[in-house]
């Protein structure tokens, strides 16, 4: 199939297009990340292989890039960065915090929590956002997102595929997480990042404050409220209901923001380019 007619492993009708033409879903990815740092294994392949704390918003950048790619992409574009991955975490080692024993940090049980916490933060926070989902909608968002799994690595058949089987994951893997020095000080750092000096105002007393960093503690806060009441108390916070209420309100609030921008400043140049081939099949059909 020529480039130019392929939408890749979703497409318009998808859940996946309908859960990530959201812009709100910057919330989620800080939500994932949050929840990733609680697994003690991943957070040490994570902080031994990783310059995020020099290089913080590139790798958020590459992240966002290779995600768009796997979402809109061509399926050729999408099996390529696929492919990239698997060989950079191939070759990628770490020691586990607690028994020093070394590990390869794609083992399937790794790739997994990071898979599951990042779709289940995307599909989350789009539907306390808002946007209208039904329950098998819900579950069909899981079940395409196997093939997102499968490009990492794993057997998309060892990979939730529905809500309850999410629930299911968590509750299994739960004994396994912890709050850990690395977690805490991942959490800080994700909390308060450096914010670019270009779009910084630095004050005397030498800390780096003014609107981009409100703006951003405030996405912080909404994040860390959007956590499972479990993962709250974890980082020793409280799982009240109100505090779940209080989420919902800042991320609809926050939603509504964002749908009132000029849209072409929120998609990426991936994002477009999908839908311009989905829109020029539609038309040719």
């Given amino acids: 199939m020529d480039d130019s007619e392929d939408v890749g492993l979703f497409g318009p009708g ?16 800080l939500r994932s990340l949050y929840l990733q740092a609680l697994h003690p294994r991943a ?30 992409g061509t399926t050729a574009e999408a099996e390529a960065a696929g492919r990239r991955i698997r060989a950079r975490h191939a070759r990628m080692r770490a ?8 590990f390869r940090v794609d083992e399937p049980d790794l790739l997994r929590w990071v898979h599951v916490t990042e779709v289940e933060s995307f599909v989350t926070t789009a539907r306390r956002a808002g946007l209208a989902l039904t329950d098998a909608e819900v579950d069909r968002y899981y079940t395409e997102q196997r093939r997102v799994a ?7 058949a060892t990979v939730p595929g529905t809500a309850e089987e999410v629930e299911r994951y968590y509750r299994d893997v739960r004994p396994e997480l912890r709050m850990t020095r690395e977690a805490a000080e991942t959490a800080l750092f994700l909390t308060v990042p ?21 703006a951003y503690l405030g996405l912080a806060g909404t994040a860390v409220s959007l956590l499972p009441a479990w993962a709250r108390r974890l980082y020793g916070g409280l799982g009240l209901p109100t505090t779940a209420l209080s989420a919902d309100v800042s991320v609809r609030a926050l939603r509504l923001a964002l749908r009132a921008l000029p849209q072409h400043l929120l998609i990426g140049p991936i994002q477009i380019a999908g839908r311009e081939r989905a829109a020029r099949l539609t038309a040719a059909a």
């Fill in 95 to 102: 020691r586990d915090p607690v028994t020093g024993a070394e």
């Fill in 14 to 29: 998808s859940v996946t297009w309908k859960v990530h033409k959201e812009p709100v879903l910057m919330v989620a990815g």
């Fill in 150 to 156: 499968a490009l990492i690595g794993l057997d998309p």
């Fill in 194 to 214: 450096p914010i670019p000096w270009k779009v910084s105002l630095p004050l005397r007393i030498g800390l780096t404050l003014g609107p981009p960093r409100w």
């Fill in 43 to 72: 957070m040490a392949g994570v902080a031994q292989n990783s310059n995020y704390r020099t290089d913080a918003w590139g790798r958020l950048m590459r992240t966002s890039t290779y995600v768009a790619t796997t979402l809109f």
